[in-house]
Nanobody, 115 residues
Framework: LQLVESGGGSVQPGGSLRLSCAVSGLTFDAYAIGWFRQVPGGEREALSC????????NYADSAKGRFTLFRDDAKNALNLQMNSLQPNDTAVYYC?????????WGKGTLVIVSH
């Protein structure tokens, strides 16, 4: 199982980014997959997750109303559309696959929100 994040970068406050997690070695219906983020010295924070059957999507309070999670089954990718970004959204963003208690992580993509 391999997860590779992309789409990070620098953006001004109020701007938008779309992150993508390219997934290989699994099918979406076998794993729950989600996005997390972590600032240096901080805890890894869950942002949004989609269930293996695709029927349930959950958002953390910090993501509700601004972030949208959606799958691209044709590309086997999980995307996170992030709008109205603020400086406190600056972090490394990670994708995680979860099955039967086993976790699989990508290496992350850096998002910087600043003037």
């Amino acid at each position: 199982l391999q997860l590779v994040e992309s789409g990070g970068g620098s953006v001004q406050p109020g701007g938008s980014l779309r992150l993508s997690c390219a997934v290989s070695g699994l099918t979406f219906d076998a794993y729950a997959i989600g996005w997390f983020r972590q600032v240096p010295g901080g805890e890894r924070e869950a942002l949004s997750c989609i269930s293996s059957d695709g029927d349930n999507i959950n958002y953390a309070d910090s993501a509700k109303g601004r972030f949208t999670l959606f799958r691209d089954d044709a590309k086997n990718a999980l995307n996170l559309q992030m709008n109205s970004l603020q400086p406190n959204d600056t972090a490394v963003y990670y994708c995680r696959g979860l099955k039967n208690g086993a976790e699989y992580w990508g290496k992350g993509t850096l998002v910087i929100v600043s003037h």
